[in-house]
């Protein structure tokens, strides 16, 4: 079956440590990748995302992520966090349709 | 920056009542998407919408379920009969394209309590 897997639900990390949050796929073909960060009463916003070549995408606040077909992943990352990174983040995926298919999300607090 | 909006922010509604909830996608953008979220769970797909037509569905979005674009601007969905398991978070998106690659833009959502 075609879904994500984000295996973390709650992550804290404390003010200007690195960051990882996992995410897994599982799906027939390569991917379009996409991680979404959605702050409390916000919508979801796009951090970045990942559709063929370089495998390390750069998106928006320093986010970055990791394409790694041998392991179906597709990683985010962010070497300093900030107190304002504090929200859900999603990772998701889509194929020949263009409808998404989102993982549970992980919860990032930020402690000062 | 141009964004999606969605109105009301909160709707709450007696189980068997009719809501539409409304959305004002980005205004150059073409194909419109529902999403759901029942709390603590995931971000599902209920429907995407192009040229006044449903491109896809899922099998959550029944006979209770439709979408309209009324006019040139707002792109609504409707509830005909709510059901307490109706209660979530509703999200409309837009994209410029329907390919899988393309982004699509996320509204605040609109949160429907069904009493």
């Known amino acids: 079956a075609q879904s994500v897997t984000q295996p973390d639900i709650h992550i804290t990390v404390s003010e200007g440590a690195s960051l990882e949050l996992r995410c897994n796929y599982s799906?027939?073909?390569?991917?379009?990748l996409f991680w979404y960060v959605q702050s409390p009463g916000q919508g979801l916003q796009l951090l970045l995302k990942?559709?063929?070549?370089?495998?390390l995408v750069q998106g928006i606040k320093g986010f970055e992520a990791e394409f790694k077909r041998s392991q179906s992943s597709f990683n985010l990352r962010k070497p300093s966090v900030h107190w304002s990174d504090a929200a859900e983040y999603f990772c998701a995926f889509t194929g020949t349709a263009s409808k998404l298919t989102f993982g549970t999300g992980t919860r990032l607090q930020v402690t000062l | 920056e141009p964004e999606v909006t969605q109105t009301p922010s909160h709707q709450v509604t007696q189980m068997g009542q009719e809501v539409i909830l409304r959305c004002v996608p980005i205004?150059?953008?073409?194909?419109f998407y529902w999403y759901r979220q029942i709390l603590g769970q995931k971000v599902e797909f209920l429907v995407s919408?192009?040229?006044?037509?449903?491109?896809?569905k899922s099998e959550i979005f029944d006979d209770q379920f439709s979408v309209e674009r009324p006019d040139g601007s707002n792109f609504t969905l409707k509830i005909r009969s709510t059901k307490l398991e109706d209660s979530a978070m509703y999200f409309c998106a837009s994209s410029e394209d329907l390919q899988g690659a393309d982004t699509q833009y996320f509204g605040p959502g609109t949160r429907l309590t069904v009493l």
């Open positions: 799906y027939g073909a390569t991917p379009y």
């Open positions: 205004s150059n953008h073409l194909y």
């Open positions: 919408f192009y040229n006044n037509e449903i491109s896809e």
């Open positions: 990942y559709f063929s070549g370089d495998t």
